[in-house]
């Protein structure tokens, strides 16, 4: 077969495609099915073997998307953040990555480790979105660094209208909570 790998990739992304809308259960079986996968593609003449590998790599790739969709839905921030909050919140966390500034603006992305409300600290993990605004200077803020401030955490909201950017899902893909 020319170009193993690159049947194996197509395999896999298919996978992906095809396994954000899986549960648990499905992903245990799509693993008995990727190592059935490997078995045949390791004991199997060579067609059955490039079958046996694109099995796999679609199972793997099902498995994989399912898993992460599951892992995001699972982590605490989410579930927090679905009910409803009056006010501000003291979010405690580290920056994922860079600041981005423009327009007076800057956007952060935090990877949270805890978030104070009303006095109480709740260990929450989870990736949030934050747009600081203001007539003050904003400090530099490089990936790493550790922050605590003030903001409303609500979830991602969609938008309805079709064909443009869908903000909810774009932040579920990148693993962003709020």
Excluded: K, Q, Y
Aim: hydrophobic share 50%.
């Amino acid at each position: 077969m020319e170009r193993p790998l690159l049947w194996l990739a197509l395999a896999f992304a298919a996978g992906c495609g095809a396994g954000p809308g899986l549960g648990a259960p499905e992903c245990c079986v799509l693993l008995a099915l990727a190592a059935a996968g490997v078995s045949l593609a390791w004991f199997a003449r060579a067609g059955l073997a490039a079958a046996g590998l694109a099995v796999a790599g679609v199972a793997v790739g099902a498995a994989a998307a399912a898993g992460e969709r599951l892992g995001h839905e699972r982590a605490g921030l989410v579930a927090w953040i679905a009910e409803p909050r009056p006010g501000p919140v003291l979010v405690s966390a580290r920056l994922a990555e860079d600041a981005l500034s423009s327009d007076g603006r800057s956007l952060l992305v935090l990877d949270v480790d805890g978030v104070t409300e009303d006095g109480v600290v709740h260990e929450l993990d989870g990736r949030v979105r934050v747009a600081v605004g203001g007539e003050a200077p904003l400090p530099e803020a490089l990936e790493g660094d550790r922050v605590r401030l003030w903001t409303t955490l609500r979830e991602p909201a969609g938008n309805a209208t079709p064909g443009a950017r869908d903000a909810s899902r774009e932040a579920r893909r990148e693993g962003v909570a709020a």
